[in-house]
């Protein structure tokens, strides 16, 4: 095993050796950056008997640049983060980069919700959402009989 994970860094190895040349510096910049809305928002969803409780990742989103709707039982939230500071050197070259900005949505199928009672907070990062269930109505109509 060992050995076989050795062959393989020593494949990654050679790979980013010319994956550095010039030739690849620019490689799909231009494809990949006109894509549309990403979803990397990492969410927690716990249902209880009376609610539904969200919890999603939005680490660096001002709060004014998130927004959350609820309709036909789907839960949709829509935040953008501006740019961040660049970090390259005076040649502009990143080494290693995985912050994203732009436009990130998801949405979630959540039945029942009292759309009246829903709370929203955020905090470090992570907004959470509280979104009550409909009390149960109890069935009005009557089955009659036909003699």
Known sequence: MANDLNRYNGFLGNLG??????????FGKNVFSKLP?????????????DAYQVK???PGFDKKNIHVNYDNDTLSIVGSRD??????????????????YGQFARQ?????????????????GVLSLNLPKLE???DSSTHIEID
């Not at 809305?37 to 008997?49: F, M, N, Q």
């Not at 990143?94 to 994203?100: I, T």
């Open 17 to 26: 050796s010319w994956m550095n040349d010039d030739f690849f510096k620019d």
């Open 37 to 49: 809305v990403k979803s990397d928002l990492k969410t927690d969803i716990k249902e209880t008997k």
């Open 56 to 58: 999603i990742d939005m």
């Open 83 to 100: 740019s961040f500071n660049d970090e390259s050197d005076k040649e502009g070259n990143v080494v290693y980069s995985e912050r994203s």
């Open 108 to 124: 979630y199928h959540l039945p029942d919700v009292d759309r009246n009672k829903v709370s929203a907070k955020y905090d470090n």
């Open 136 to 138: 149960e109505v109890e």
